[in-house]
């Protein structure tokens, strides 16, 4: 694990003795948007239109913030117009590589060995963390975004008259609600797990624990009468909130120190995660061996050993039962409807 610094790949850690032992996750860099017609969007430039074939995804299918972008990729049907490379699983000393091994696959567009090559094609002197995921722009040669939150945002609606798809993971109508669910599940459970981990004092590990486990509690809660975080339609807060789920019994629990409860020991949360793994094409999104082979083996400090263990035994397979919270709805909207007849 390194960083650049003015164009020059250094080999450090993450520098938590500045903060009394807490992780802080610096900001992203590049912030332009791919629009529908190349306008400018929220941030950063113009001149990103969405079109077939021009940008290319790097990701690490082990990174949950890479796997948002996927999840997109797949769910807005963009596969045949953005193409995607995935870096090696193991991140040592340089940073992520590209390798054609272990289901990674070599860099398709420069031949780079590390993706901080990449950063220094679109900024010489770029200095900060290099990370995944990365959107490229093929024609401009450069790197149009590396912030997931809004790759994703992009995906949503930027390449709908291309696509044809329509759905709409982010409606006008719920903003305000899934703008609310994404800061407090960023903080305290998506980079909660992080600052757990990643924690060099007892307490900032034992200050990053109690949100955590006090939103995963109110997620629980949440998830009683209704199918999805929003209620009974699928948004983009709920794919932000997979992406965690999903590694958080293989890796967090132990590796992490996310320890309190097992997402296994909720039923609402656990029901949650089968039904969002089932949905289709998102099975095909996760590979645990990436997963666990790269936080077990990448982090050096976290688990000298690189021993990587062998369980938990987790079937995301089994029914779950979340449809009949749909049809719970409709009943009762029924019932709503005769009484008033
Ligand atoms: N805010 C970024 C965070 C991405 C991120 O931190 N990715 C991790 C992998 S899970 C990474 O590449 N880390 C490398 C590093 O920090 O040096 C996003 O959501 O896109």
Redesign the pocket.
Known sequence: ???LENGVWHDVWYDTGANKGHFK?DA?AFRNWVTADGAPGPSGQGGFKAESGRYHLYV?L?????HRTLIFRKLKKLEPHVTVSVVHPL?LEN??EFKEADGATADPLFGADALWQIYVKAKPDYSG?????VLWDKRENTIVS????EIIRMFNSAFDELTGSRDDYYPADLHGEIDALNARIYDTVNNGVYKAGFATTQSAYESAISPLFDSLDWLEQRLTAHRFLAGDRLTEADWRLFTTLVRFDAVYVGHFKCNIRRIADYPNLSAYLRDLYQWSGVADTVNMEHIKHHYYRSHKTINPSGIVPVGPMLDFDRPHGRDRLHEAVEVTRNRRAEAIR
Not at 62 to 66: L, R, V
Not at 129 to 133: E, G, K, L
């Open positions: 694990m390194g960083m996750r992203s690490s082990a990174c949950p913030w890479a991140m940073g992520w963390r290099v990370t995944v995921p590396n912030e997931s939150a």
